[in-house]
Structure formats: structure tokens, C-alpha cells
């Protein structure tokens, strides 16, 4: 018996790789996989927003045949997205997507929204046809929640 856990609260997702139909998941979302698997880098085509965009830049892409685990945090949401159907999600919520999928980072439009949205500067647009998922709580979003009742020193 092999047994693995994940490093924090949130699900494992089992996944079949199949030739043909990759997955891109988020970089810290890779557990475990049957040795048919390939790993390997997965860059958002955009330089200047996928530096300034954080998250969504760098991303790993699953190939090859066998059995995948992935993790991520917190409840995980999945969406079907039809040829050319769009979801826009906080950068960073981005759990996964089929290869069959594009995703782009954008600047939230407007001086207002970045300023006082409290969201952030960046969206990530994720355009269909596939399927998507989403996780609900970053763990870079809980540690921000965390710092915030930490002792300040002074």
C-alpha cells in the first residue's frame, strides 16, 4: 500500500492522463502520478502580465498516460465550458484546466476597481472548450488572513 497526504486542508483529485489530453495545473497542484505521466513547464504566453500577474504565469502541464493525483486547497468548484465560453476568476483560484483550454491574465479595467476592489490588480480569463478547476482557498490568501492577527513586535 502506498499511502500520501496532502501538505494542506484542502482535496486530492485524482485525474486519468490520457495521450492527447493534457492538464495544466497550478505549480504547487502536482501530488503523485503513475510513472507514464510526464511533468513539465507550462508558461502563460503574455510576459509582462504573467510576471506582473503572479499565480497564473507559471503553471505545470501533465502528459502522457496514467493515473494523476493533484492537489489543492480548500472545496474545489469544477466547470464545463463550452467552445469559446469564458470564466474570469481572481488569479490564483485557478486550480487546473484541460489543455483543450486558454487562459489569458488580464489588469482589472479601471483605476477604482484596483485601488479600492480589494481584489487585487490581475483576473485570470479562461476560455473554453473544457473543463475547469477552481479551488477556494489559496493558500497565499489564507496566510495573508493568518499575518493579519500575528504579533506586530511592538
Known amino acids: 500500500m502506498i499511502a500520501f497526504a496532502s501538505s494542506f486542508p484542502g482535496q486530492i483529485l485524482a485525474r486519468q ?3 492527447g489530453q493534457e492538464l495544466i495545473v497550478q505549480k504547487t497542484g502536482f501530488l503523485a502520478s503513475e510513472a507514464g505521466v510526464s511533468l ?8 509582462g502580465a504573467g510576471i506582473f ?15 494523476a493525483f493533484l ?3 480548500g472545496h474545489v468548484v469544477q466547470y464545463d465550458l463550452q467552445p469559446g465560453q ?3 476568476v481572481d488569479t490564483g483560484y485557478l486550480a487546473a484546466m484541460e489543455g483543450s483550454c486558454s487562459m489569458e491574465v488580464q489588469t482589472v479595467p ?3 476597481n484596483m485601488v479600492f476592489g480589494g ?14 478547476w477552481l479551488q477556494t ?15 506586530s513586535g511592538k
Not at 53 to 67: A, C, D, K, V
Not at 119 to 132: K, L, S
Open 119 to 132: 481584489e487585487g490588480v490581475f483576473n485570470t480569463v479562461v476560455t473554453g472548450p473544457g473543463r475547469v
Open 40 to 47: 513539465s513547464v507550462y508558461f502563460q504566453k503574455k510576459l
Open 17 to 19: 492522463i490520457v495521450p
Open 86 to 88: 469564458q470564466i474570469v
Open 137 to 151: 482557498m489559496p493558500i497565499s490568501n489564507v496566510a495573508g488572513e493568518i499575518l493579519k492577527f500575528m504579533p
Open 53 to 67: 500577474g503572479g499565480e497564473g504565469f507559471i503553471m505545470q502541464r501533465l502528459s502522457g498516460s496514467g493515473m
Open 110 to 112: 479601471g483605476l477604482k
Open 71 to 73: 492537489e489543492f486547497d
